[in-house]
């Protein structure tokens, strides 16, 4: 059973920094691919990062693209979202979630689609001041 656990949320200042962590465990990872997934109050979840476990490829949303990045650490089973330039409208619940992923089924509609994803951590709030 694949579990995963987020952490690292918190209150950071417009502008500023701030990581969060997914800590995967249950199996091996090598066929998988992580997101971050978001969702704010009266909004629908959307899709913040991706990473493919074996390549390394990542994949971004608009939205992020080149102030966040996703990456990950083998020995320590942890995907991490590194969060820069962090602004207002960033603030949500931020949810780590893995999938398998196969040759088929790998590319960037597969890994950025909310349904394509079975397990799912708690979720780990960011409030940003600003």
């Known amino acids: 059973q694949v579990q995963l656990v987020e952490s690292g949320g918190g209150l950071v200042q417009a502008g500023g920094s701030l990581r969060l962590s997914c800590a995967a465990s249950?199996?091996?990872?090598?066929?998988?691919?992580v997101g971050w997934f978001r969702q704010s109050p009266g909004k629908e979840r959307e899709f913040v990062a991706g990473?493919?476990?074996?390549?390394?490829?990542?994949y971004y949303a608009d939205s992020v693209k080149g102030r966040f990045t996703i990456s990950r650490d083998d020995a320590k089973n942890t995907v991490y979202l590194q969060m820069n330039l962090v602004k207002p409208e960033d603030a949500a619940v931020y949810y780590c979630?893995?999938?398998?992923?196969?040759?088929?089924?790998?590319?960037?509609?597969?890994?950025?689609?909310?349904?394509?994803?079975?397990?799912w951590g708690q979720g780990t709030q960011v409030t940003v001041s600003s």
């Open positions: 979630a893995a999938t398998a992923v196969t040759p088929d089924y790998s590319g960037r509609i597969y890994i950025t689609n909310i349904g394509s994803y079975d397990y």
């Open positions: 990473i493919r476990w074996l390549s390394s490829t990542t």
């Open positions: 249950g199996r091996t990872f090598n066929s998988y691919a």
